[in-house]
């Protein structure tokens, strides 16, 4: 069984320091890892996505996230925060296999933005 | 594209009555899933199809039914309501098993 831990159900940063979110996850296999962020009152839209590729992936509005295989995590971070990044985000993943690959969420992360 | 929209976007029930969800995507996708999105919990998967006439259950399907008679209609049927369903709801769907998923913006529902 595969499982997704965020570390951190609220994270928050001055506008322009770094961000940092944390992700580990759980699974018998390599799965694909993705983040995902939602605005207030609407869906989740991807940011990246890994996919057994390259390790350091990059994404949408600068962010970026590392596959540790050795550590199990997937860490997300941005070097300069804005405030239009204040959302929650959730990393998530999908072990596949030969059945459907279901998606596994973390519980999220609140990411506040301060002046 | 329209991409994967949901109707309603907010509903009210009483404790006992049912109804639909609907959701649909004119990507042409495949797999298409029903999450609810609960405070603290993430979003877990209630039901899911990997192609019309095939569905299966996820890992909160209980008080939940669905059927996917074509490739772009999957709707979600609340039998019985309760105020355990108040939730967040989302659609989602995507072209491979193992790809990214395209989320819907939301039904919210409240049972009281």
């Known amino acids: 069984a595969q499982s997704v831990t965020q570390l951190g159900s609220h994270v928050s940063v001055s506008e322009g320091a770094l961000v940092l979110l944390r992700c580990n996850y759980s699974s018998s296999v390599p799965p694909y890892l993705f983040w995902y962020v939602q605005y207030p009152n609407q869906g989740l839209q991807l940011l990246l996505k890994y996919t057994s590729a390259a390790t350091l992936v990059k994404g949408i509005n600068g962010f970026e996230a590392e596959f540790k295989k050795s550590e199990t995590s997937f860490h997300l971070t941005k070097p300069s925060a804005h405030m239009s990044d204040a959302a929650e985000y959730f990393c998530?993943?999908?072990?596949?296999?030969?059945?459907?690959?279901?998606?596994?969420f973390g519980q999220g992360t609140i990411l506040t933005v301060h002046p | 594209n329209a991409g994967v929209t949901q109707t309603p976007k907010f509903q009210v029930l009483k404790t006992g009555q049912s109804m639909t969800l609907q959701c649909a995507q004119d990507?042409?996708?495949?797999?298409m899933s029903w999450y609810r999105q609960d405070p603290g919990m993430g979003l877990r998967l209630i039901h899911y199809s990997v192609g019309a006439g095939i569905t299966d259950q996820g890992e909160v399907p209980n008080g939940y039914n669905v059927s996917r008679s074509t490739t772009e209609d999957f709707p979600l049927r609340l039998l019985s309501a309760a105020p355990s369903q108040t939730s967040v709801y989302f659609c989602?769907?995507?072209?491979?098993?193992?790809?990214?998923?395209?989320f819907g913006p939301g039904t919210r529902l409240t049972v009281t």
């Open positions: 989602a769907s995507s072209t491979t098993r193992r790809g990214e998923q395209y």
């Open positions: 990507m042409n996708h495949e797999y």
């Open positions: 998530a993943a999908n072990a596949g296999g030969t059945s459907y690959g279901k998606l596994t």
